[in-house]
């Protein structure tokens, strides 16, 4: 059973509204034993319409966090972590940005390719399907190669989430090389992956990444998975958790991980 949700936005992060404490009232209401607060900091995050601009206040953050954690210690942990949107243009800045303060956990994240999001149409229709879900992936291997300031990657297709053609399927065969670099690199510097269910909240027969991903991450000696909702607001928490346990255990998975000052500690699924 998965008691711990390890991405988590609220208030602090552009594209949420929720507060920190309604998130940590609902998660007690769950039953979750552990939460993860991993606020976005995108740093040279495009302008878009909505106005986002992913830059974290994190003193603000960090004050809030730890009085939460404070109230809130007898009934449910709460870590402090970080979601970092990384690009090839800024990964100087990020590395920087890791080092600042000591965080529990730090996802490395890829939201941003040559200036767009992939949630945004015009990623998909200058990069069609296969083409653009490739060069997200090129990305994360460029980034995997020269950042080792993270825990774990988050939603390695995070891409494939927002693929309109109704006709695309994913096969792991078709980015099998570039798909098996960053995996492997990814391993050979101790860190891990994280299974994210927003990729079923978005209708996605599989969490992200694709089972064939997974799978593959475990045949290759890859055992850190964290466990994610990627909730923006308290409904989204723990989204869909109770199909994990045999989901996992189907591809051979039998630990997930969390994290305390950045160290993994395996729990049983």
């Known amino acids: 059973m998965i008691k711990s949700d390890y991405h988590l936005h609220t208030s602090f992060s552009s594209d949420s509204t929720a507060s920190m404490e309604s998130m940590v009232q609902h998660g007690i209401a769950l039953g979750l034993q552990t ?10 995050y495009p302008e878009n319409p909505e ?12 004050q809030k966090l730890f009085e939460i954690k404070e109230k809130y210690e007898n009934q449910i942990e709460i870590n402090y972590g970080i979601e970092l949107g990384l690009m090839p243009t ?17 996802i490395g ?18 990069y069609p399907s296969k083409s653009g879900l490739t060069k ?5 291997l460029t980034n995997v190669s020269a950042f080792h300031d ?8 995070y891409a494939a989430r927002y693929i309109k053609d109704k006709n695309f399927q994913f096969h792991y065969q078709d980015y099998g090389d570039l798909i098996d670099e960053i ?6 510097d101790g860190k891990g992956i994280e299974v994210n269910t927003a990729g079923l909240k978005y209708g996605m027969s599989d969490p992200n990444p694709h089972h064939e991903i997974l799978s593959r991450y475990l045949e290759l000696g890859g055992e ?22 045999d989901f996992l255990k189907s591809l051979g998975f039998r630990y997930y991980t969390i994290f305390r000052h950045q160290k993994p500690e395996f729990l049983p699924i």
């Open 136 to 140: 997200y992936l090129e990305d994360i």
């Open 51 to 62: 106005g986002f601009d992913f830059l974290l206040d994190l003193p603000s953050y960090r």
């Open 183 to 188: 995996l492997k690199k990814i391993i050979s």
């Open 90 to 106: 800024t990964l100087d800045a990020c590395t920087d940005f890791a080092r600042r303060d000591s965080f529990d956990f730090i």
């Open 150 to 157: 993270y825990c774990v990657y988050g939603h390695l297709d």
């Open 35 to 44: 939460l993860c607060f991993t606020e976005h900091h995108d740093i040279d």
């Open 224 to 245: 850190i998975i964290t466990i994610g909702s990627d909730g923006h607001c308290p409904e989204h928490m723990a989204y869909d958790f109770a199909v994990l346990p």
């Open 109 to 126: 994240s890829t939201h941003i390719v040559n200036q767009m999001d992939p949630y945004d149409s015009i990623y998909f229709e200058t």
